[in-house]
């Protein structure tokens, strides 16, 4: 059984700058995942072909199970309002998807503390000051039942402010409380270890290096396990021909 979560960057490569959907299917397709958690995904974006890329991946990996929650409706970087999940039909809409090759008893969507305004920020790399507007953060959870028994599986991404992050992890991890049984997170959680499990006190099942994609030198993605499950057999963070990060995947058995 092998678990993933990838920071797709929209499906664009940074050789080319583009989007190519086959080459995403292929991506796809290539890390064979029987759980899927994907970060940035577009739907209906110019930018992407309106494609679904939901859709698109589910397809690729044989997932009967599938599910996209957009927390923007709009496009990022442009013009864009909170997404409330009853959009019409045919809005752009950017987020986060999970998908299944496993049945799914039952899905929820928990919408996470966002900042309620705009405000500069300092980056230390390029040295210069950013107007944020900060856009919204969801989760997206999924009861699978798995050839180990029943899962809760949760995907998310974080905020990239500093602090912000660790007060959305926190709000998800009391969130999840209600779920009973093993619990696998997973996500672009934006902090680096071991910051996700002193917050949680969850038992992080893959360590690799997934940011920045070519050189990596820190660990942005994450698969934390709450409770007990199924023993961890192979741990990869292979470099796929697209986005600005690696994917990170599990194999348990």
């Not at 890329?53 to 009967?64: C, I, K, R, W």
């Not at 809005?91 to 999970?98: K, P, Q, R, S, V």
């Not at 950013?130 to 009861?143: K, Q």
């Amino acid at each position: 059984m092998r678990l993933a979560t990838f920071n797709i960057l929209h499906g664009r490569s940074l050789t080319d700058d583009r989007v190519d959907v086959d080459r995403f299917a292929a991506a796809v397709a290539t890390l064979d995942a029987d759980v899927l958690a994907l970060q940035e995904v577009d739907r209906e974006q110019p930018r992407s072909h309106h494609a679904d890329l939901t859709a698109v991946a589910a397809e690729a990996m044989g997932a009967g199970a599938h599910r996209f929650v957009a927390a923007i409706a709009g496009t990022p970087g442009a013009t864009w309002m909170a997404a409330t999940g009853r959009e019409q039909p045919g809005t752009a809409e950017y987020g986060i998807a999970l998908l299944s090759r496993y049945p799914v008893r039952s899905w929820q969507v928990v919408r996470l503390p966002a900042i309620p305004f705009r405000f500069p920020m300092w980056l230390p790399g390029p040295r210069k000051v950013i107007v944020v507007d900060e856009e919204p953060r969801a989760a997206v959870i999924a009861v699978v039942e798995t050839p180990h028994g029943q899962l809760t599986v949760v995907n998310t991404h974080l905020s990239f402010v500093p602090g912000w992050n660790r007060r959305q992890l926190r709000r998800l991890r009391r969130d999840l409380d209600a779920f009973p049984g093993p619990l696998v997170l997973m996500g672009d959680l934006n902090m680096t270890p071991p910051t996700p499990t002193a917050i949680t006190g969850w038992e992080p099942l893959a360590g690799g290096l997934t940011f920045p994609l070519d050189e990596p030198d820190r660990q942005l993605d994450h698969v934390l396990l709450r409770g007990s499950f199924a023993s961890v057999t192979a741990v990869s963070a292979p470099a796929l021909p697209l986005s600005d990060h690696r994917a990170l995947t599990v194999d348990l058995g």
